[in-house]
């Protein structure tokens, strides 16, 4: 990898609709490299896939919900009954495993806090939990699926 390719991941990351021919120009190259650094890219697993990011309000899912998690017990069975049921639930849209004293952290959109309990219910109806504790969102200070490139080992 080197500073082209940084900077066509930064573009990408910006807008995954941006058409080759403008990346291409916007770092130096013609059509045809820029369309093969960005094929390699995907083929070495750099870039994982190109999605479309909602609008939450829109699509009524407004509310974020934080539910952290600790497992009863730390046994490959539970984690495994665990990774099923967060599986089929649509509105967990992130889990994250953790060191310290939450073992799992979630976060759910949901349109109400209905429908977060409603969440919760079915969560706790399929598996076992030592605690759960939830934190609803006042204000989105901070979001972005960009991840940093500046840290990249550049050839």
């Known amino acids: 990898m080197d500073a082209i390719d940084r900077r066509i991941l930064d573009i990408l990351q910006n807008d995954a609709s941006v058409a080759v021919a403008a990346i291409a120009e916007k770092v130096g190259l013609s ?5 093969r650094r960005i094929k390699r890219l995907e083929e070495d697993g750099v870039i994982t896939r190109r999605v479309a990011l909602l609008n939450r309000r829109k699509v009524n899912v407004p509310m974020t919900v934080f539910a952290s998690v600790k497992a009863p017990r730390h046994e490959a069975d539970w984690l495994q009954a665990f990774r099923r049921v967060i599986a089929d639930i649509p509105e967990i849209v992130e889990a994250w495993r ?4 939450t073992d799992y952290l979630l976060r759910i959109v949901v349109p109400d806090v209905e429908t977060y309990d409603a969440v ?9 939990f030592s605690d759960i504790n939830s934190s609803i969102a006042m204000e989105e200070m901070k979001f972005t699926t960009a991840i940093p490139t500046s840290y990249m080992q550049l050839k």
């Open 31 to 35: 059509t045809a490299p820029c369309w």
């Open 98 to 101: 953790l060191t310290g004293e």
């Open 120 to 128: 919760y219910q079915r969560m706790i109806k399929r598996l076992e």
